[in-house]
């Protein structure tokens, strides 16, 4: 992303009264287990590495589509 890293979007997201119940998902090339970690604690739901197959991703849709039902807004 030219202007921000997904962290400081992700932090940005999380401060944000009106979007901090959105899900997120970080798809990444990064294997660092730091980066996944940082992610978490940031308050990313799920963290994915590229390239991917897609069978990987739609085994993991059920349990995503279960997971995250919509969620109330924590004040």
Known sequence: MPRMGGFDVLSAVRADPA???????????????????RAYELGADAFMTKPMQLGDFMALAPQLATYWQPRAVQG
Do not use: Q
């Not at 979007?19 to 970690?37: M, N, W």
């Open 19 to 37: 979007l901090r119940a959105l899900r997120v998902i970080i798809f990444t090339t990064s294997t660092a287990k730091g980066d996944e970690l």
